[in-house]
């Protein structure tokens, strides 16, 4: 069975960094695309970081402060947050699909159980 888990989530002042890890189990993922996830209350899930089999990408708008990467046995994966702010509030999920990015569906095939990101001033 797959699983993915993640752990890192915390409160955190705004400024400060966060780094989240979701260990893949039960799948050699060395296909398809991994990623991370966020909903923030009342708002939709918004794709924040994948990895696949051309390369990484961070979405423009947090390219300066996120950082998407992974453990050479490609079986943790990581997310680092820095100077955060109070809109990257949110729950944090790690996501597979075993074939693309779901990009515009993001109807992911794997999801994590989420974790609590939460930025106070």
């Known amino acids: 069975q797959v699983q993915l888990r993640e752990s890192g989530g915390a409160s955190v002042q705004s400024g400060g960094s966060l780094r989240l890890s979701c260990e893949v189990v039960g799948v050699d993922w060395s296909r398809g695309c991994l990623g991370w996830t966020r909903q923030a209350p009342g708002k939709k899930h918004e794709i924040v970081a994948v990895?696949?089999?051309?390369?990484?990408l961070v979405i423009e708008s947090l390219r300066d402060r996120f950082a998407i990467s992974r453990d050479g046995a490609k079986t943790t994966l990581y997310l680092q947050m820095n100077n955060l702010q109070v809109e990257d509030t949110a729950n944090y999920y790690c996501?597979?699909?075993?074939?693309?990015?779901?990009?515009?569906?993001?109807?992911?095939?794997?999801w994590g159980q989420g974790t609590q990101v939460t930025v106070y001033s």
């Open positions: 996501v597979l699909d075993f074939v693309i990015c779901p990009w515009n569906s993001g109807n992911w095939d794997v």
């Open positions: 990895m696949d089999d051309d390369g990484r």
